[in-house]
Structures are given as C-alpha cells and as structure tokens.
C-alpha cells in the first residue's frame, strides 16, 4: 500500500512539472519521484523470475520486501509503461549490435568426417551394459540351470539407442542397428553397426559393432 500511495505523490509532482516547463514533455513518474531510479538504469534479468522487460506474477511479500526495496520491479500497471519503453529503446539496439557481430562458423565436411570416425569408435570400442527385470516364472520352468533368463521386458532397437545416447553420449537411430528381433534373454551379444561406407573401418575389421551386456537386475 505504502508503494501504490508513493505512487501517487509522483502524479502530483508531474503536473506540477508539466505546468511549469511544457504540456507537451512526458515525464515518467519514477524520474522525480522515486529513490534514485534514472533512464541509465539498464533492464535486469533474474535468476529463475524472468528475463528483463517481461511481465511475470510473484507474491506481493516477494515484491514489497526483495524486488522493490532494490528497484529490480515495478507494479504492472500503465504508469510504469513509459518507464519500461524508453529503456527497451535505449538498451535493446546495443544488445542487437552485438548479436549480429557474433560469426556462425560452419563444419567443414572434412570436420564432420572426423566427428563421425571418432563417434564410430567410441561405439566399436565400448561395452553397453544394461540391467533388466527377468521373467521368474520362466526362469523356474527352465528344464536345466544352464539355459539362459529370460527378460520380463525384451530390449529393443529403440531401448538401445536410448542407452547409447545416456551412456556413451553418442546419437544414433534405430536404422543404425541391425537387429532382427530384440533381445530377449541375459547374456553378451554384438549387434552389427549400419554406419556410412566413407567412415573407414580400423584395420582387421570387417564391420562396426556394438557390444551388449544384459544382466540381472
């Protein structure tokens, strides 16, 4: 209550002002009126609020005892409106000079080549390693203790591209997988690698493949 009262002080003090200099000169409130706020002062972002210039709802304690006090807000309302305006004029066409300074450097194909060697043997060299639910009823049918688990849940290619990209922080699609039909049961496996003909495989290698280990959860 105290802010929208101080507001209204800065009214008078602005007629006052318009009838003693011109009718035609545009006075913001806060230039006169307040603790210290000037048109110098450049438009804040904050942390986990908003960006500066956007309009957003926080709680009326939050406003009257943080934002206020350090004049990091103004209420949403038209008198403030011309406060907000000329400083979008006055720091927004520095900002967008400096945006179109910055230079976009594009790949090179020879860059990109690289990128996908190194990225085809990070795949051929590592070891996924996946824990899954298996089928307890299956596994006590079982007629020998040497027949493999079977999963509750078979590992399919989409599970697989998702556990390459969290774990080896490399993007693939399941078109990249050769795989028939998931993987049903605990074990080691090699699924073959579909990868371009121009990414050159290491010596000795005839194709790219990734290795699987399934276990127990």
Known sequence: MGYLQFGRHSVKQIIRFK??????????????????????????????LGKAGETVKVAPGYFRNHLMPKLLAVPNIDKFA???????????????????????????????????????????????VLRRLIDVQKAKARESKGDPLELRIPVSKKALVAEVARQLCV?????NLHLPSPLSTIGEYEVPLRLPRSI????????????????SK
């Open 171 to 175: 993007n693939i699609t399941p078109d």
């Open 19 to 48: 009838d003693a200099v011109n009718d035609s000169v545009v006075v913001n409130p806060l230039l006169y009126a307040s603790q210290g706020l000037r048109y110098n002062r450049k438009l804040q972002d904050i942390d986990k």
């Open 200 to 215: 050159p495989l290491p010596e000795g290698k005839l194709n790219w493949t990734l290795k699987v280990k399934i276990r």
């Open 82 to 128: 011309y406060l907000l305006t000329e400083q979008r004029k006055i720091y927004q066409p520095i900002e967008e000079v400096k945006q179109e300074d910055v230079v976009i450097v594009t790949e090179s194909k020879e860059d990109m080549m690289k990128e996908f060697e190194k990225a085809a043997l990070r795949l051929d060299k590592a070891k996924l």
